[in-house]
């Protein structure tokens, strides 16, 4: 068929949890393409994460770790995206990939997605693009949110305006018009980091239950938030906006953090720390302007799992909410289609990120390095 691509996404986010991979078919070109999920996987980072946490936390490095660090999680990708395509046969060849690689530092003018790509484009025979903030942070722009564009050709709605709401390490959010042509919506799309989450929530559960993330909310559903203590995080919140910059080095609440831990107990703490994240969702949507419908709250990423954040999120706004898997893509799979999708465009030489999202100057750059077979 036509202008039909195989697209593999590949993403490790700051939860340094796991590599998720979509197969996406991709159909058309340029602004005027759709995209289906077709196979997903996921494998958990293993031996990896313990080093990709020290990287990430600014830890001293000998270049010789780090380049071994980039080449090994380089083979976790190739491992899981062969298991992709093995699965998707007869679709077992992708035409691009699509890599993210992990955030290890982010202060704009600076940041550094580890990857070496190399490995991946030799084992499976096809083009790599990656280091896709680059060109936005060259222009000026704060390389995040990247997602939005991706988000306008995934989940668009010719009924509603929509609210993608990540819930990852980071949230972030993109504001989608309701779709009438890619002309005039695009420039109505807005995006931004919102605050830390999983970053925030797993490093309660690793301070004070010696876990790596407290398992389906459950700890958090237990407690009750403590108005003074979710007032000072929501003035920490509340910071991080006036800041206006994208977010990625987790170190943002460490203070919140150390502050109460050692004084509330842990499902209260935790319970704060969810009700915080959900009113600074609720915070992030503009005001509701003429008869139109209300915004649907759109959920994706790790967190939609947590019992305590979904509710909480729910008792703070009275719009409707759905996930991302009630619109043909699983959730914790959102960022991986999202590459994809990144991918084709950057391989159209479509530019990636908004102006009006990051603050990039000047003309929209093209996005993306290349790595042949």
């Not at 020290?54 to 899981?80: I, S, T, Y």
């Not at 003035?235 to 050692?262: C, I, K, M, V």
């Not at 609720?282 to 649907?296: D, E, I, N």
């Amino acid at each position: 068929m036509a202008n039909v691509r195989l697209v593999v996404g590949c993403m490790t986010g700051t939860s340094l949890d796991a590599l998720d991979v979509a197969l996406v078919r991709v159909s058309g070109t340029g602004l005027g393409i759709s995209a289906s999920v077709l196979r997903t996987a996921s494998a958990p980072l293993g031996a990896l994460a313990a080093p990709l946490r020290a990287l990430a936390e600014q830890r001293p490095m000998a270049a010789r770790l780090v380049a071994a660090l980039a080449r090994d999680l380089a083979l976790l990708h190739v491992e899981v995206i062969g298991r992709v395509l093995a699965s998707a046969a007869p679709l077992d060849r992708a035409d691009l990939i699509a890599v993210h690689g992990q955030t290890v530092f982010h202060a704009p003018p600076l940041s550094w997605q580890l990857i070496n790509p190399a490995p991946i484009a030799r084992a499976l025979g096809t083009p790599v693009v990656y280091d896709l903030r680059a060109a936005d942070l060259a222009s000026g722009g704060q390389g995040a949110p990247i997602t939005p564009i991706a988000d306008y050709i995934l989940f668009r709605s010719p009924e509603e305006p929509r609210l993608i709401v990540n819930l990852g390490g980071f949230c972030n959010v993109t504001l989608l018009p309701r779709a009438t042509t890619p002309e005039a919506d695009i420039p109505q799309i807005a995006g931004r980091d919102v605050c830390p989450c999983n970053q925030l929530l797993d490093a309660i559960a690793r301070r004070c239950l010696g876990l790596p993330f407290d398992e389906d909310g459950r700890v958090a559903a237990a407690g009750t938030a403590r108005e003074d203590a979710l007032a000072d995080l929501m003035n920490a919140l509340e910071d991080l906006e006036r800041g206006r910059r994208s977010l990625g080095t987790g170190d943002e609440l460490a203070q919140w953090l150390n502050r109460y831990a050692p004084v509330l107990p842990t499902p209260d703490l935790a319970a704060t720390a969810c009700k915080a994240i959900a009113r600074a969702v609720a915070r992030s949507l503009p005001p509701r302007q003429g008869p139109g419908p209300s915004a649907r709250i759109v959920l994706a990423g790790g967190s939609v799992r947590n019992i305590a954040l979904v509710e909480a999120i729910r008792e703070s706004y009275d719009g409707p909410i759905a996930l991302t898997d009630d619109m043909g893509v699983a959730a914790a799979y959102r960022e991986a289609a999202a590459m994809a999708v990144l991918g084709a465009l950057c391989q159209d030489r479509v530019p990636i990120t908004l102006a009006q999202v990051t603050g990039a100057v000047g003309p929209p750059p093209v996005a993306g390095a290349w790595v042949f077979p």
